[in-house]
């Protein structure tokens, strides 16, 4: 939101109170409160008629300074509010020297001017961080009311991104961002999942503690600065400092939450029933056993919509005009080794039996004058579910438990972004600050449920809409992208955007929603979706099963699948980091790159862990265009060796496309290509790539469970390797890329193949050393 006019002018009707300077200040040992006024104040004249500001700093964990600017104190905050995780306070140092106070957490400083025009400078020692300069802090009055506001300096070549799963430019510099979920697809500014936290490649973000509808001017009122403002008559915003990036997301989601660890299995194909499909079992079976027919390993199969009747969602009841026997149904598919997902959304059609109930429950929102609140927009007469009801979570968990008893594994939770604002809650929220908010509650729910009846790292959800504190629910996937290169491209942006904001698990519909994907696409379009963290096959008014597009999709997605099942060693190890530290696995290149300005502006191609380099092609001619950071890097597919610190341009078929592997990288991959949920150090192989002289790598290999199982630490000292193995060393061996003899090993049997050199350990040995 604007509040000026260019440098020098206010719009119409704004009228700004801005803190001048601060003329006193008090602090205990854990916070300091600044008082500024928005005039000067020179005299006791000065004083009266004057609004002042009150702006305090604490610290919630180390290398983070929360900062809360009130104009009216009286004014209270209603519910929701996110909820944040509670740490023991950090230490933290406040100093006073001639015109400065200054407080320190860890690395970060917050430097207080307190004699001179207002200033605050965010530093690391001498390094200055951000600046909330003149004129950055204090409340407009306005035509719509009064709104606080605080901006925060941008350097020269500094970008922003994040703000949740936007599919605008990546680079967020000169856009307009409302935190406000909507559901509008991915071709405009419309986002389902608005999250008030930014990230810059200068080592901070900044995490505005607001559920309702802050407003970002990023570098677009003031090309300088970032401002965000909210309505009312207090602000809260968290600087959180890494100084790397991956410190800075795992700091965020200290405080927000850290995602839970999804199964296994859900790491595997996915494929769908489409949305306005027919279909019924016969259909399904088909489906599922041309599949098997086709060797092409399938882990979860989901019924969209209409496995309930139209004009019935959600009653959470089988159409038995097409699905006869659903419990004999799921048995039957569940003894072919598949894992079952169901659609379902938090409205309740008329048509519903539930309707009935939920009204007589009070367990629908309401309207001010207590009736329900009733549309027609999806589901004729549909209301609403009130999850800040305890009573309306159980009655909505009760019918999915009937479900999860007749053999469903898993919910695709889709909606809860049209959440009106003209309603009245159980528990007295605010219905503004519950419209984005509602999604939190709402999957929660859900994944509490899953998390009670299959036990922990058993649940997963299939989910949509989200906002800050959403991550900790998985599975989310990017909404309704179209069939086109341009749609596919906008996905990854929206996807990269999102995971920067500590999601750590994404997917997206394999071939577009909307529409059907020429075979060329399709193809392209399933390379990505298998080096995404899951992946799923899903569309509108059309079916993804890969032979309705041509023969090649088949052996496209077998490929692709069978590679994804092998990689589970390496992915799943960064699933669990996703899970322990809040770095997401799919990761911006500046995340892993900072210190390389060729990577800032990076959006069509991505880190798959820290190894692993993924560049999907975007083009019907196979053509792509990558950047490959400082270095020797190996196409994994195909073992081509790449100079990097350039852009490459290559052309690929649809079985390849640049997945590259990282300098002295040790990347774990499995024995099982049938399936993603296996003993992943059994038969485990450890591919050496590129290994400098002075490496040290350590590679861990975990179990189903997220547990590590095996490590292996590989270092070499001039020619000569050596691997030490610890864990389950029953069955592992290694490779060595691009090496075509060794001069000599130690505890193993060296072979030369068309990869390299592999060697596998002696009875058991956990030590080989090798020179080459």
């Not at 915003?237 to 800075?248: N, S």
């Not at 997605?557 to 696995?585: D, I, N, Q, S």
């Not at 000569?720 to 290694?734: L, P, S, V, Y």
Request: hydrophobic letters at 35%; proline letters at 6%; glycine letters at 10%.
């Amino acid at each position: 939101m604007k509040f000026s006019r260019g440098v020098w002018l206010m719009r119409e009707g704004v009228t700004p109170h801005y803190a001048v300077h601060v003329c006193d200040f008090e602090h205990d040992e854990n916070s300091l409160t600044l008082y500024a006024p928005d005039k000067w104040v020179t005299g006791r004249v000065a004083t009266l008629d004057t609004p002042l500001l009150t702006i305090g700093l604490s610290s919630p964990i180390e290398n983070v300074i929360r900062v809360q600017i009130w104009h009216h104190r009286g004014t209270p905050v209603h519910p929701p509010c996110f909820e944040l995780q509670q740490h023991p306070a950090p230490a933290v140092q406040i100093k006073e020297s001639e015109g400065f106070v200054a407080f320190t957490t860890g690395r970060l400083t917050a430097r207080v001017r307190t004699q001179g025009e207002w200033l605050v400078e965010f530093c690391d020692g001498d390094k200055k961080v951000t600046t909330s300069g003149a004129k950055s802090i204090g409340y407009m009055d306005t035509p719509e009311g009064r709104f606080v506001v605080a901006q925060l300096g941008l350097s020269v070549g500094e970008c922003v991104y994040g703000l949740g799963e936007r599919f605008t430019p990546f680079v967020k510099n000169g856009q307009v961002v409302e935190m406000w979920n909507e559901d509008g697809g991915t071709a405009t500014e419309i986002a389902y999942k608005n999250i008030p936290f930014y990230i810059t490649n200068r080592g901070y973000g900044v995490f505005v503690a607001h559920p309702e509808k802050v407003s970002f001017e990023i570098a677009s009122e003031y090309v300088e600065r970032v401002q965000f403002s909210v309505p009312g008559e207090y602000l809260e915003y968290y600087l959180i400092y890494g100084p790397t990036p991956r410190e800075v997301i795992s700091r965020y989601t200290a405080l927000t939450g850290r995602p839970a660890l999804p199964p296994a299995w859900s790491f595997g194909l996915w494929l769908s029933t489409s949305f306005t499909t027919d279909y019924d079992e016969q259909t399904v079976t088909s489906f599922i056993q041309g599949m098997a027919e086709r060797d092409i390993p399938l882990s979860v199969f989901h019924f969209d919509c209409f496995w309930m009747r139209e004009f019935h969602w959600c009653d959470f009841v089988w159409d038995r005009r097409v699905f006869p026997d659903p419990g004999g149904m799921l048995r039957r598919l569940k003894e072919r080794g598949l894992h079952i997902c169901v659609w379902i959304n938090p409205y309740i059609a008329q048509r519903s039996h539930l309707f009935e109930e939920g009204m007589k429950g009070g367990y629908l929102l309401k309207r001010p004058d207590g009736s329900v609140w009733q549309t027609d927009l999806w589901q004729a007469g549909m209301g609403i579910v009130d999850f800040t009801n305890p009573e309306a979570r159980q009655w909505f968990q009760s019918k999915l438990r009937q479900l999860l008893e007749m053999g469903v594994d898993c919910f695709k939770t889709d909606f809860g972004e049209r959440i009106p604002t003209d309603v009245v809650y159980c528990d007295g929220s605010d219905p503004v600050r519950m419209h984005n908010f509602y999604s939190y509650l709402y999957n929660k729910t859900v994944h509490e449920l899953l998390t009670e009846v299959r036990g922990e790292g058993e649940a997963v959800l299939f989910a949509r809409s989200a906002t800050a504190g959403g991550q900790r629910f998985p599975v989310h996937w990017g909404g309704d992208c179209a069939a086109t290169y341009e749609s596919m491209a906008e996905t990854l942006r929206g996807g990269l955007s999102l995971s920067l904001c500590g999601f750590g698990f994404w997917s997206h519909d394999i071939g577009g929603f909307v529409d059907t994907a020429p075979a060329d696409l399709y193809k392209r379009w399933c390379a990505f979706g298998l080096l995404s963290s899951h992946s799923r096959l899903h569309g509108s008014s059309s079916y993804r099963v890969p032979w309705l597009f041509d023969e090649e999709a088949v052996d496209v997605l077998r490929f692709f699948t069978r590679l994804k099942c092998r990689l589970m060693p390496y992915l799943y190890r960064y699933a669990v980091e996703a899970h322990e530290e809040g770095v997401p696995m799919m990761r911006a290149m500046f995340v892993e790159f900072p210190d390389d300005p060729g990577c800032d502006t990076l959006d069509r191609q991505y880190m798959l862990g820290p190894d692993l380099l993924v560049a999907p092609v975007f083009s019907p001619d196979g053509v792509v265009d990558y950047y490959l950071p400082a270095g020797r890097w190996t196409n994994l597919l195909n073992g081509q060796v790449v100079e990097g610190g350039r852009w490459v341009r290559e052309q690929h078929g649809f079985l390849s496309l640049p997945l590259m592997v990282r300098p002295s990288s040790v990347i774990p991959m499995g024995s099982v290509d049938t399936r993603p949920d296996y003993h992943y150090p059994d038969g485990v192989t450890f591919h050496v790539f590129e290994l400098g002289d002075g490496a040290e790598v350590k590679t861990r290999v975990p179990d189903m469970k997220g547990r590590t199982a095996l490590v292996l630490r590989t270092q070499r000292e001039d020619e000569h390797i050596t691997f030490r193995a610890e864990g389950d060393t029953r069955n592992w061996k290694i490779v060595l890329h691009s090496v075509r003899r060794v001069r000599d090993v130690k505890g193993g049997q060296a072979e030369s193949t068309t990869e390299g050199v592999t060697i596998q350990p002696e009875g058991g040995a956990d030590t080989v050393a090798v020179i080459i």
